[in-house]
């Protein structure tokens, strides 16, 4: 028994008769005195310092000794007792995952260095259960941002009150660009930062780009201009290679463009035409984005993201049609699916275009800056 059982407690309590049963060594009586010291916790009312100080003594040396599933019991009842034993939460947040999961996703008696403690140091499954507290601060989440698998981290992102740093936030998106699974989580995740946001349209199916595209339209024009700011600071500038034949065709581009004959009809022969490298030259130029943001929209025939470009510039939805009718060449059905993406850029709002294709021009200014 530690110093804390020869504590003052108040006259007429029961609890030192409790403690003089803690000195029985069957461990069925122990279990039954643990029960019994609980029920006493709980029905106790109000406690005096040395009280509190035996109940976290005697209830952590005896939950010690007890198997698993008194012992997650006994987390189930404490993880949501505001004043229950620090020590014996602390001891509970450590023990293995069916005992402290209750504690680690409720207990508020666990402090922030409690909860380092425990994500720096044990496996995923304590992690994911810390994850899902109804708060977790920026210095725990940077952890298990580093050190969670991609299970933990979608846990994590899915929780909005869960508070990220910037620097966290920007490799969850790093990771969730490259895992299917993570994409729901990282797009619909509130407070996303924009730019971060938009990084993710290239690589996410059509029903959240569109989310995105709302979310662009809907955005406040103060916040847009900071998401545009942060995302100007960070954005990479090596993006690949360009063609064999780019200074080539930027050079006939300039001149085109020198003589007022760079158009969208000529966009259109250039396509017909075979002349990619041109066709992409111009198409950054008139969206006024990079040429790997065009090159990666029709290499990958993102018609969707086609359809924001050209949405943008103003241009007449037959000319998309037909760029979507050549981009997709002689794949099945090319004309009902360019029909199909034509209904979708009649129906995209040409705000919402204009300010998703902000996000995208920060790579130009950027790779022209360097």
Not at 58 to 79: I, N, P
Not at 159 to 175: F, I, K, Q, W
Not at 227 to 251: K, N
Not at 345 to 369: I, K, N, P, S
């Amino acid at each position: 028994m530690t110093d804390a059982a020869f504590a003052p407690v108040e006259t007429g309590s029961r609890l030192p008769d409790l403690i003089v049963l803690a000195q029985e060594t069957s461990s069925e009586k122990r279990r039954a005195l643990l029960r019994e010291l609980t029920e006493h916790f709980f029905g106790a009312g109000k406690r005096s310092a040395g009280e509190d100080a035996l109940y976290d003594s005697v209830l952590t040396d005896l939950t010690a000794e007890m198997d698993t599933a008194v012992r997650a019991e006994l987390s189930a009842r404490f993880a949501l007792s505001p004043d229950a034993p620090r020590g014996l939460i602390r001891r509970l947040a450590n023990d293995e995952v069916a005992v402290a999961e209750a504690v680690l996703r409720a207990s508020t008696v666990l402090t922030e260095d409690d909860l380092l403690g425990v994500v720096r140091s044990r496996g995923q499954a304590h992690l994911r259960a810390v994850s899902e507290r109804a708060t977790v601060s920026e210095a725990v989440s940077d952890v298990i941002v580093e050190r969670g698998d991609d299970e933990t981290l979608g846990t994590l992102l899915r929780n909005d009150g869960a508070r990220l740093s910037r620097a966290a936030t920007e490799t969850a998106v790093e990771r969730a660009k490259v895992n299917p699974e993570l994409h729901e989580a990282a797009v619909q995740r509130k407070g996303l930062p924009a730019d971060l946001l938009n990084d993710m349209y290239f690589v996410v199916e059509g029903r959240l780009r569109q989310q995105i595209l709302e979310q662009n339209a809907a955005m406040d024009p103060v916040l847009l201009e900071s998401a545009l700011a942060a995302g100007r600071a960070r954005v990479a500038t090596g993006d690949g290679a360009l063609p064999a034949d780019y200074s080539e065709c930027l050079a006939y581009v300039e001149e085109l463009k020198a003589a007022n004959q760079l158009n969208p009809t000529m966009l259109a022969r250039f396509l017909r035409s075979g002349s990619r490298t041109s066709f992409l030259i111009a198409l950054a130029q008139l969206a006024d984005v990079d040429f790997h943001t065009a090159s990666q929209i029709v290499e990958k025939k993102e018609l969707d993201a086609l359809a924001v470009i050209c949405k943008a510039a103003d241009l007449d939805r037959s000319l998309f049609l037909t760029f979507a009718v050549v981009i997709m060449g002689g794949e099945d059905n090319a004309m009902g699916k360019a029909h199909s993406y034509a209904k979708l850029y009649a129906e995209l709002q040409r705000d919402a275009a204009l300010r998703t294709l902000r996000f995208w021009r920060m790579r130009r200014g950027t790779a022209a800056a360097a």
